[in-house]
T-cell receptor, first 110, second 114 residues
């Protein structure tokens, strides 16, 4: 079955440090992968998706099909990056429904 | 324009009662999804509506859960004979079309079953 794994429940870093939130998936075909973010007391929102290959708020993520990974990276963390991050997968024929990982809380300390 | 809205924002109910949760998607969005966010299970897909097509109910956890979407717009998720394990935040999302597009999430309904 398709699955998304985020191995870290909590990632704590200091402001200015690099950040990498890990995401691994299991799907044998061509997935569509997303990162969604939920800031405190805000609704879940899209951060970025692999098909657009863009950088949002300094974050990037590269799909590595060989390692079945889609890790989220930022070279210099900011305090306002503190939030819950979810990696999600969908695929053709799946009606677009998202399969989410368990989420990683990113805590950026001053 | 307005985003996805959900009501009520909070609902406390007694075990065994029925509850209805409402979702108003973004106007013009043909795809509508319900998800459940709970401590033990993370974010889980429940049901999907697309236009006049038959809904994808594959994520509904039991036959106590049902949903409908009237006129291709507003959706209602109904939970009958609520159980304590139904306590969760129920999220609605809409999308312009199903595949490859951003899903816009509502603020959620926090359901507590006592």
């Amino acid at each position: 079955a398709q699955r998304v794994t985020q191995p870290e429940k909590l990632l704590s870093v200091f402001k200015g440090a690099p950040v990498e939130l890990k995401c691994n998936y299991s799907y044998s075909g061509s997935p569509e992968l997303f990162w969604y973010v939920q800031y405190s007391r805000q609704r879940l929102q899209l951060l970025l998706r692999h098909i657009s290959r863009e950088s949002i708020k300094g974050f990037t993520a590269d799909l590595n099909k060989g390692e079945t990974s889609f890790h989220l990276k930022k070279p210099f963390a900011q305090e306002e990056d503190s939030a819950m991050y979810y990696c999600a997968l969908t695929y053709s024929g799946n009606t677009g429904k998202l399969i989410f990982g368990q989420g990683t809380t990113l805590q950026v300390k001053p | 324009g307005a985003g996805v809205s959900q009501s009520p924002s909070n609902k406390v109910t007694e075990k065994g009662k029925d509850v209805e949760l409402r979702c108003d998607p973004i106007s013009g969005h043909t795809a509508l999804y319900w998800y459940r966010q709970s401590l033990g299970q993370g974010l889980e897909f429940l049901i999907y509506f697309q236009g006049n097509s038959a809904p994808d109910k594959s994520g509904l956890p039991s036959d106590r859960f049902s949903a409908e979407r009237t006129g291709g717009s507003v959706s209602t998720l109904t939970i009958q004979r609520t159980q304590q394990e139904d306590s969760a935040v129920y999220l609605c999302a809409s999308s312009l079309t199903p595949m490859g597009y951003e899903q816009y999430f509502g603020p959620g309904t926090r359901l507590t079953v006592t």
